[in-house]
């Protein structure tokens, strides 16, 4: 990451052209490109997102992402930008600044030449977090017979983890995402078919599949902050992370791996190690914690906590 020289956005850390370019010759098309506090820009495949808390932000980062986008060679086919509320209910779909109408709101990206489906129009989140890339790509280093993605979203993971031969359960209360996740495994020349896909509240479905007796060499625990499942049951990360990783335990094989990770501002790498431990703890298990690897293109302290288990 580079700092920003110009006056328009002077706290942007932009990522430096010879990074990007390190993404090309990747086969990845979906990174940050700029961040700074209240705002961010994503390159996300042939177009670019810039997502701003207020208007100014918006404005200046637009100005300079125009001087710079010479030093990257890039010319984004269209430019949308999305708004960053402060209430979740705020939330809305990113909205088109430059370019064509009538373009497909849905397009392809890709990381290390794994293809993506994102959707504009689906809604505040348009089908990949960037900030999992690191963690995604650890799937890939061991081989893995059986991978639990719970919270799945459209199955990123899941993907990942079956390129790399695994058996997978891609868990959401979503119907909508989890066929968006199908898609991306047809995307990779993958069968569906040959996969788990489960709507359902991961509350519930953790206990089920340890009564029947499943288990599961790696598992997923990616929540979100905050959101209501089955019968309006609450789930709150800080209150809440530790039952889930203690349910979550039961159905991982010895020696098997768990992702623990949040974007909930209050959580820390930190709470996470803590968290593990009682859990551990009280399941009379023994494991070791590794941190995942830093992103190029995220600063120190940005994007979500996440802390991998390794059983013993
Ligand atoms: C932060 S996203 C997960 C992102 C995903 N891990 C990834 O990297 O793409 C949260 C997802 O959790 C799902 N979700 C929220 N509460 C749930 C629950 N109780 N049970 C199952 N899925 C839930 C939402 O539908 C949403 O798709």
């Given at each position: 990451m580079q700092s920003s020289a110009s006056s328009f956005a002077p706290h942007a850390q932009w990522l430096s052209p010879s990074d990007w370019r390190a993404f090309e010759a990747s086969g990845t098309s979906a990174h940050r490109v700029c961040s700074l506090p209240g705002a961010?820009?994503?390159?996300?495949?042939?177009?670019?997102?810039?997502?701003?808390?207020?208007?100014?932000?918006?404005?200046?980062?637009?100005?300079?992402?125009?001087?710079?986008?010479?030093?990257?060679?890039?010319?984004?086919?269209?430019?949308f930008s999305r708004d960053l509320p402060l209430q979740n209910a705020d939330r809305s779909a990113p909205v088109l600044l430059e370019g064509?109408?009538?373009?497909?709101?849905?397009t392809v990206v890709s990381e290390s030449r794994v293809r993506f489906g994102l959707d504009f129009s689906a809604g505040y989140s348009v089908g990949l977090f960037l900030d999992q890339r690191t963690n995604r790509s650890l799937l890939k280093r061991k081989p893995l017979k059986r991978v639990l993605n719970t919270f799945a979203y459209t199955c990123s993971f899941s993907v990942v983890a079956a390129l790399a031969g695994a058996e997978?359960?891609?868990?959401?209360?979503?119907?909508?995402?989890?066929?968006?996740g199908r898609l991306n495994f047809t995307l990779n020349a993958l069968d569906p078919g040959a996969h788990r896909f489960v709507a359902d509240d991961v509350q519930d479905l953790l206990p089920r599949l340890a009564r029947r007796k499943e288990q599961f060499d790696a598992v997923i625990l990616d929540p979100p902050t905050f959101s209501r499942g089955n019968k309006g049951r609450r789930f709150r990360a800080e209150d809440d992370l530790q039952s889930l990783l203690s349910a979550a335990l039961e159905v991982t094989a010895p020696a098997g791996r768990l992702l623990l990770s949040t974007n909930c501002t209050k959580l820390r790498v930190t709470d996470l190690e803590n968290i593990a431990r009682f859990s551990l703890k009280n399941a009379r298990m023994q494991g070791t914690f590794q941190h995942s690897p830093a992103l190029v293109d995220f600063p120190l302290k940005t994007g979500a906590s996440t802390l991998w288990i390794q059983l013993r």
């Amino acid at each position: 990451m580079q700092s920003s020289a110009s006056s328009f956005a002077p706290h942007a850390q932009w990522l430096s052209p010879s990074d990007w370019r390190a993404f090309e010759a990747s086969g990845t098309s979906a990174h940050r490109v700029c961040s700074l506090p209240g705002a961010w820009i994503e390159r996300l495949g042939s177009d670019l997102l810039i997502n701003h808390q207020t208007p100014t932000l918006l404005a200046n980062l637009f100005q300079e992402w125009k001087q710079r986008s010479t030093d990257y060679a890039f010319a984004p086919q269209r430019i949308f930008s999305r708004d960053l509320p402060l209430q979740n209910a705020d939330r809305s779909a990113p909205v088109l600044l430059e370019g064509d109408l009538s373009l497909p709101v849905e397009t392809v990206v890709s990381e290390s030449r794994v293809r993506f489906g994102l959707d504009f129009s689906a809604g505040y989140s348009v089908g990949l977090f960037l900030d999992q890339r690191t963690n995604r790509s650890l799937l890939k280093r061991k081989p893995l017979k059986r991978v639990l993605n719970t919270f799945a979203y459209t199955c990123s993971f899941s993907v990942v983890a079956a390129l790399a031969g695994a058996e997978t359960l891609s868990a959401d209360l979503s119907q909508k995402s989890l066929d968006r996740g199908r898609l991306n495994f047809t995307l990779n020349a993958l069968d569906p078919g040959a996969h788990r896909f489960v709507a359902d509240d991961v509350q519930d479905l953790l206990p089920r599949l340890a009564r029947r007796k499943e288990q599961f060499d790696a598992v997923i625990l990616d929540p979100p902050t905050f959101s209501r499942g089955n019968k309006g049951r609450r789930f709150r990360a800080e209150d809440d992370l530790q039952s889930l990783l203690s349910a979550a335990l039961e159905v991982t094989a010895p020696a098997g791996r768990l992702l623990l990770s949040t974007n909930c501002t209050k959580l820390r790498v930190t709470d996470l190690e803590n968290i593990a431990r009682f859990s551990l703890k009280n399941a009379r298990m023994q494991g070791t914690f590794q941190h995942s690897p830093a992103l190029v293109d995220f600063p120190l302290k940005t994007g979500a906590s996440t802390l991998w288990i390794q059983l013993r």
